[in-house]
C-alpha cells in the first residue's frame, strides 16, 4: 500500500481536509496530528476499520484506544452518562490533552475497548484533528501512530519511519506542541483516578476536582499476572532499541558513574546544557528547568539515540515526579522498562 502524504497546515485547506476524511470514512486508516502526539486514525464506530489500527501498530489486542471527538455534545451517544466531575473537566480543559474514562455504550465497537465496559473519549485541540474529526463526521479511535512499543511520533517523518506503507496517509502539520500523551483520567469508579500522566498535570486535576487518586501504574511495574486499570500502562513502551537506564543523582555524580562505563556503546539522555560534561555521546531532551521543552523534545530524543551507530547502552538523567516532569519521567520509566540506579 501507498502511504499518501497530505501537508495540512490550516483548518481552512478543506480540500485536503475532506480527501483525508473521506479515506476515514471509507474504513481506511490516516495518521492525524494533534497537540500531544501524531494519531494512528479510524472511525471508530467500525470495528472492522479499527481492527486495523491493531495490525498497523502491532498492538497488543487487549489494550484500548481513545475516541476522539471536535464537540462537546458528541460525547453522549457514546457513553452511558456523563457525571458533573466529568463536565467540569471538560470546562476546564477540553479541548485539550486529557482523556476521560466513562462506561461505554453499545455504539462503542468492542475493538475499541478492548473487551473493557469502559471507554476513553478526548477533545484534542489541534485545529487540524479537529476540522478532520469534524469533516470525517464521526468519532475517531487513535492510539499513537507508532510501532507498537517503539517511541510516540511527534512528526510525520516519525509516523512514516514506522507505518510507511502499511497505512492509507498521514497528515503532516509539523511537529507536535505537547510532545508527550494525554492525560488519563478515569471516572468509572468511585473516586477519580489519574491512570496516565500527559499534558494535563495531576495539580490542575486537583484544582479542579480536589483529591484524587494516582493508579499505581503511574510510578512503578505491575506485578506479575496483574491487569492493571490501563492496559497500555503494564508493557515496556516508548524504548529506543538500546538498553536505556535511568540513574538518578545530581550532575557530578551522574557524570562520575558514566565515566566508569564509557564506551563507543554507550550514550547519554541528558538536559539541553549538559551535553558537553558527558564523557560519552549525548543527545538532549530539553532545559532541566522546562518541563514543557522536555516533554516536547522526549520521543524525538529516543529516536535520535537509536540512529547513534553502535550504542547499546544509554543512561539517562532521571526527571522529577511533579507538574508535567511526572509525565516525562512516567515515559522514561517505561522506555527504560523500569531499570533505576539510584546513586
Ligand atoms: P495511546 O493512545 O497509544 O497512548 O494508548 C491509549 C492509552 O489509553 C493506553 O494506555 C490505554 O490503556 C488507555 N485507555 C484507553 N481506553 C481505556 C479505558 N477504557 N480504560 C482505561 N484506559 C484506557
Ligand atoms: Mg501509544
Redesign the pocket.
Known amino acids: 500500500m501507498q502511504t499518501k502524504i497530505f501537508q495540512i497546515n490550516s483548518p481552512n485547506d478543506t480540500e485536503k481536509i475532506e480527501a483525508a476524511a473521506a479515506i476515514l470514512r471509507n474504513g481506511g486508516l490516516v495518521a492525524i496530528p494533534t497537540e500531544t ?1 501524531y ?1 494512528l486514525a479510524a472511525n471508530a464506530l467500525d470495528g472492522e476499520a479499527v481492527a486495523k489500527i491493531f495490525k498497523a501498530k502491532g ?1 497488543p489486542q487487549d ?4 475516541v476522539h471527538i471536535s464537540r462537546f455534545e458528541e460525547v453522549f451517544p457514546l457513553v452511558k452518562a456523563v457525571p458533573d466531575m466529568a463536565v467540569k473537566l471538560a470546562d476546564a480543559f477540553w479541548p485539550g490533552p486529557l ?1 476521560i ?1 466513562l462506561e ?1 455504550t453499545t455504539l462503542i465497537p468492542h475493538e475499541v ?2 473487551g ?1 465496559d ?3 473519549v478526548r477533545m484534542p485541540s489541534h485545529p487540524v484533528a479537529r476540522a478532520l474529526i469534524k469533516a470525517a463526521g464521526v468519532p475517531l479511535a ?3 501512530a507508532n510501532t507498537s512499543g517503539s517511541p ?1 511520533p511527534t512528526s510525520a517523518r516519525h509516523v512514516l519511519d514506522d507505518l510507511e506503507g502499511r497505512i492509507d496517509a498521514v497528515v503532516d502539520a509539523g511537529k507536535c506542541a505537547v510532545g508527550v ?2 492525560t ?1 483520567i ?1 471516572l ?1 469508579g468511585k473516586i477519580p483516578r489519574l ?2 500522566p500527559g499534558g494535563i498535570t495531576p495539580e490542575q486535576l486537583e484544582a479542579v476536582l480536589g483529591k484524587i487518586e494516582i493508579d499505581l501504574a503511574v510510578f512503578s511495574a505491575p506485578s506479575m499476572g496483574e491487569t492493571p ?5 503494564k508493557y515496556k513502551h516508548y524504548s529506543p532499541k538500546a538498553r536505556l537506564i535511568i540513574v538518578k543523582g545530581n550532575l557530578p555524580e551522574f557524570i562520575d558513574y558514566v565515566q566508569k562505563d564509557a564506551s563507543s556503546n554507550t550514550a547519554v539522555l541528558c538536559y539541553e546544557g549538559e551535553q558537553e560534561m558527558m564523557p560519552v555521546k549525548a543527545i538532549g531532551f530539553g532545559r532541566l528547568e522546562n518541563p514543557a521543552e522536555q516533554a516536547q523534545r522526549l520521543f524525538s530524543a529516543l529516536r535520535q539515540i537509536d540512529a547513534l551507530p553502535h550504542v547499546q547502552t544509554v543512561f539517562a538523567r532521571c526527571p522529577a515526579t511533579r507538574g508535567l516532569s511526572l509525565a516525562v519521567y512516567n515515559r522514561l520509566l517505561r522506555a527504560a522498562a523500569f531499570e533505576v540506579i539510584e546513586l
Open positions: 502526539v494519531g498492538r489494550n484500548p484506544l481513545i482523556t474514562v461505554k475497548s478492548a473493557l469502559t471507554v476513553a487513535a492510539p499513537s510516540s500523551e494525554s488519563v478515569t468509572a491512570l496516565r486499570a490501563s492496559p497500555g500502562m
